[in-house]
């Protein structure tokens, strides 16, 4: 089944959901770190990461 019965929009998209308003430090907010991934043994494995998310919402538990 072809698609040219949907009209086609060209124009650029803007997918982000939320603003820099919910990132930060003070509370409330949401905390985004980027830390090197370690091995078993302690070890920091060169160009991997993992992002740790926290919530900074003492009011509701953190929840």
Known sequence: MALEWMP????EKNHDRYGSEHWGTQAPCTIYE???LKDPKGNVMKGLYVA???LN???????
Do not use: L
């Open 52 to 54: 740790w998310i926290t």
């Open 34 to 36: 980027k830390r090197p």
């Open 57 to 63: 919402n003492p009011a509701q538990y953190n929840s």
């Open 8 to 11: 086609r929009e060209s124009e």
